[in-house]
């Protein structure tokens, strides 16, 4: 298969993915970016926001995005939230798709086996989890991506950068930092690495470095624009997180937890290539640039108590050449012949054949089942409405979500709810989870929206849908 028709591939998948992705993957991604834009879009009150706000530890500049996109679409007649939402997943694969387009002209050239070529062809554009990530508005994939560009911009074919380069690598590293301040470390290693290894002139140093600085003053900007008042969000982070150890009032985990999480999440045991390979290049390969990059940030965020997986997530980017670097050391290091080795050549055909069925798998998935929801009553129900629970809001999360509800929908427990409200005419809905039990007769209640039809009941394999979270919606006459 050529590489342009890899490319194009990659990209037809990454858009169907971002179409069929709705929601979030962790909580962070809507109510940190999303639900901050909202209450600058006005759509919601400062006591709705996260705590979060109200410290100020938040960089603006995904939020200020938001409000950006969502200002043009209404200058243009649209404020659909989900076509939004959409246009920003889109926007996130133009800027991902760049960063795997340049690490791949980056490092290809180096690569002198065909089969290895193939290889990192194919795990650079299409490794299933990658293109999950890299659909998704969330900092941990922009400044992954930002950092790639930069760096792969400093060190491209040319490989004779100049003073300008330096400049322009500086103000995009500066922007993943902004965007995410633990990018800090993947900009400090590399720091490092050019001051010790590469022997770097000053000149170019402070190049990056005031490249960097106008990025940064530039997030300050925005800050003050977003906030309504000066505020220094690196050093709040850092204070509540770090300094005051709110962060450990999420859980703690012990140091060797990414090992686990990353195996156990990548399928074992084709994750253990993933594992052995960061191991393979940080322990053998220590004057490689990726060496310095790389094993700061892992090393840090295995320190620090509280630990989500996706907190490794801007490093997916590098995985296909730390891959192709770690088989390269030990077929030429350790004179081990992998590609004639008949279990090897079973383990890379499973490899991708399990690539290959969980990208389908992924395909068509919502990122959050319950946005479904939230957009079958925004498209259905534009007059207003109200909205009745019983145990469980279904517009709660965390917090309450309100940039994907109209303001015209009114939530309220349906115990609250009189005879005399329903007989008024106006649009009554009944939101039950599959814990509820129904109040009302079925004469006067029609189901409109269920989260799983009902053949689905049929393949209830284990008991899946018992632990599932299924709603119900119905219109009450």
Same mark, same amino acid.
């Given at each position: ?86 246009? &920003?997943?889109?926007?996130?694969? *133009?800027?991902? @798709?760049? !960063?795997? #387009?340049?690490?791949? +002209?980056?490092?290809?050239? %180096? ?95 402070? &190049?990056?470095?005031?490249?960097? *600085?106008?990025? @940064?003053? !530039?997030? #300050?900007?925005?800050? +003050?624009?977003?906030?309504? %008042? ?248």
């Amino acid at each position: 298969m050529k590489i342009r028709q890899v490319k194009i591939i990659s990209l037809i998948v990454l858009l169907v993915i971002a179409y069929f992705s709705v929601g979030w993957e962790f909580p962070d991604e809507h109510f940190q970016i999303l639900e901050f834009a909202a209450w600058k879009l006005q759509m919601t009150t400062t006591d709705q926001l996260p705590w979060e706000f109200h410290f100020q530890i938040r960089s603006a500049i995904q939020p200020a995005i938001v409000v950006t996109i969502h200002r043009i679409f209404a200058v243009l007649g649209c404020t659909d939230p989900f076509l939004i939402s959409f246009f &920003l997943r889109v926007l996130t694969v *133009a800027l991902t @798709f760049t !960063s795997m #387009v340049m690490i791949y +002209r980056n490092y290809a050239p %180096e690569i002198k086996t065909q089969p290895l070529q193939k290889w990192f062809l194919l795990l650079s554009f299409l490794l299933w989890f990658a293109l999950l990530n890299n659909v998704r508005f969330r900092s941990e994939t922009w400044s992954g991506s930002l950092f790639i560009i930069g760096f792969c911009y400093l060190f491209r074919l040319a490989r004779n950068p100049q003073g300008r380069d330096f400049l322009i690598a500086g103000i995009l590293m500066g922007l993943a930092f902004v965007v995410r301040y633990q990018t800090g470390l993947l900009i400090g290693g590399f720091f490092l690495w050019l001051l010790l290894s590469r022997r770097e002139k000053m000149a170019n140093i402070s &190049l990056l470095i005031m490249g960097i *600085a106008i990025s @940064f003053l !530039s997030g #300050v900007l925005l800050d +003050r624009w977003f906030y309504g %008042e000066w505020t220094f969000t690196a050093w709040n982070y850092f204070n509540q997180n770090l300094i005051q150890d709110k962060v450990s009032g999420f859980g703690v985990e012990p140091w060797w937890f990414y090992f686990k999480d990353v195996f156990i999440r990548t399928i074992p045991p084709f994750s253990l290539v993933f594992i052995l390979s960061f191991l393979v290049v940080v322990l053998f390969l220590r004057k490689d640039v990726l060496t310095w990059i790389i094993l700061p940030y892992v090393l840090v965020h295995c320190l620090i108590g509280h630990k989500e997986i996706r907190f490794l997530y801007p490093l997916i980017g590098f995985l296909p050449i730390m891959a192709i670097k770690a088989y390269e050391f030990i077929v030429q290091g350790w004179k081990i012949n992998l590609a004639e080795n008949r279990w090897f050549q079973v383990y890379t055909r499973c490899f991708w054949y399990l690539n290959l069925l969980l990208i389908a798998v992924v395909l068509f998935i919502p990122a959050e089942p319950q946005t479904k929801l939230y957009q079958y009553i925004y498209n259905n129900y534009p007059q207003p409405a109200t909205l009745c629970y019983v145990s469980e809001n279904p517009y709660y999360r965390a917090k309450e979500v309100h940039f994907y509800k109209r303001a015209s929908l009114n939530i309220k427990n349906f115990k609250d709810s009189s005879g005399k409200e329903m007989a008024s005419g106006k649009k009554y809905l009944l939101a039950l989870c599959k814990k509820d039990a129904k109040p009302v007769s079925k004469k006067n209640q029609k189901l409109i929206y269920a989260t799983y039809p009902e053949w689905i009941k049929r393949f209830n394999f284990n008991n899946w849908l018992d632990r599932a979270q299924v709603w119900y919606v119905y219109e009450i006459n």
